[in-house]
């Protein structure tokens, strides 16, 4: 007795469809001289998806399942299909460079499938969270303030779990894109967790939310960083936010706290920091020596100051300044923050020991004129750094001290010989970001009291004063708030700034005794204004406001 299968028999005949149809794609692809692509096997790059939406996929007869950077692999049912011509253009449009492939019905549907899978947001192997130009776009239109980030936030975390997560990882990042945020905090209380943007160098609360989710997101934000989701200890990580022709890069830090894992997400954005030198808040007395200084075709310029001091924007206003198709610049950084053209910049990894020492070693047979340095942070990168400044190189270069005076002193902690130091260190200043006041809602308020003696003691402590004031104030400005601020009184950030200069007074106070107040004395005869003194400036000029000027400064110490 003969048994029919029909269930086997109908597996048997969709096998065969399914030869046919591939068959078909085969010999289409030949005659359309198109490279053929069964992708019913294959791994689907999901970042792809992103390029195009599923409802125009389908409508064009393609998908696309691979991207690397902007060349997209773009698998369709017919080239010459009028629908398919006008989606490539379109994806061409935006800046895609699309490679094409035949492939059979089959074949779409499985990638098509995939667009079920993606979130908002989604882990990438290159480490990128994708974000499609348009939801973006539409996103920062909706964002005006620090309310609408709120209120977006308060209706996603009614939403389900997996949604929810995903959701409010891209919000956190893009609002705080639209709102030019430096930092996203996630910090775990006793009982919710709280966000925090750090706003013009002010940590801000944004929402509190469910421990639940939070060990969601943490789990979504260590997957991207690539981090150890198992360990519980300190760890670092990186990812990018792919925007329009722009990537971002996030750099994500873990520290086990009292009740969980903290988070920070510090976002690297290029147009923050892309900065022109003369909109920094730089005296024109001190610019005009610094753009002297930089047109010299040796030396070290040296800023200083700590973490969040704006340093790294100061070194590359420095190099768009002096970038020419005539001269070779080297960097060495950590991260590239800003890619600048015509320059040639190296990225520290500490990982495959390309340190900065490995990296100025290697620069250095790179027969470059200019070369920048991240970061001075042990003997050997400062040694070489000095010796390349005396041997014919333009050098720029951070160092962590307080002020200007203690550049030189902290050479020679790390081993630096004084009597070459200060042949080697054409300028050393330092920096600090102060906010700057609304210009819509700023109030005035009465000299008086203390407050006024401390600005007259400050300001009479200049020796040329009157080239920067006419008479001695009266009133200064204040922060109040309002819609176009988010009530917070300030609006963007400024430098204060201080230098000291090589000089035969310097080199000689360096070689004896080198004192921070030593070599402040040696320095007074260059009357160039210290922080204090250019802060002050700022605040009569109401840049800023004392309270702000207090805040990053010790205004009441002694020099």
Known sequence: MV???EEKQDEKVEALHKEEEENLARTLSKKYNVSYIDLTTAAINSDGL??????????????????????????????????????????????????????????LKKVWARYKDLSFSFETRSGALDVSNEEITAFLKEVHSLEDIKKLIEVILVQKKGYKTSRLLEIAIAGALALNASDVHLEPQEKDVLMRFRLDGVLTE???????????????????SGMKLNVKGAQDGRFSIVLESMEIEIRSSAL???????????????DAISVPLESMGIHPKLLDILLREIKKPEGMILTTG?????????????????????????????????????IVQTQVNEDKQYTFLEGLRSALRQDPDIIMVGEIRDTETAETAINSALTGHLVFSTLHTNNAAGTFPR??????????LTSAVSVSMAQRLVRQLCPHCRNEIVLEGH???????ILNSIKNKDEYIDHMPTKISEPKGCDKCNFTGYKGRIGIFEA??????????????PSDYEIWKAAEDQNILNMRQDGIIKVLNSVTSLSELERVIDLEAER
């Open 500 to 513: 000291i200069l090589r000089s035969e007074r310097i080199e000689k106070v360096v070689r004896e005794s």
């Open 411 to 420: 050479l020679i902690d790390l081993g630096i010989n004084p009597k070459i």
């Open 206 to 224: 944004i929402a509190t939310f469910d421990k639940e989710t939070y060990n969601l997101l943490l789990s979504r934000i260590k997957l991207l």
């Open 451 to 457: 407050t006024k003696e401390l600005v007259h003691k």
């Open 256 to 270: 086990p706290s009292a009740y969980d894992e903290s988070i920070v997400m510090r976002i690297l954005n290029p």
């Open 50 to 107: 992103r390029s195009i939406t599923e409802a125009e996929a389908r409508e064009a007869n393609l998908a696309v399942f691979d991207i690397v950077n902007k060349k997209l692999k773009v698998a369709v049912l017919a080239p010459n299909n009028e629908k398919t011509i006008k989606a490539l253009t379109i994806l061409k449009d935006k800046g895609y460079i699309p490679t094409v492939y035949m492939t059979s019905i089959e074949s």
């Open 3 to 5: 048994v029919f299968n």
């Open 306 to 342: 700590p973490t969040g001091s704006g340093k790294t924007t100061t070194l590359y206003a420095f190099l768009k300044k002096v970038y020419s198709t005539e001269t070779k610049i080297i960097t060495i950084e950590n991260p590239i923050e800003y890619h600048l053209k015509g």
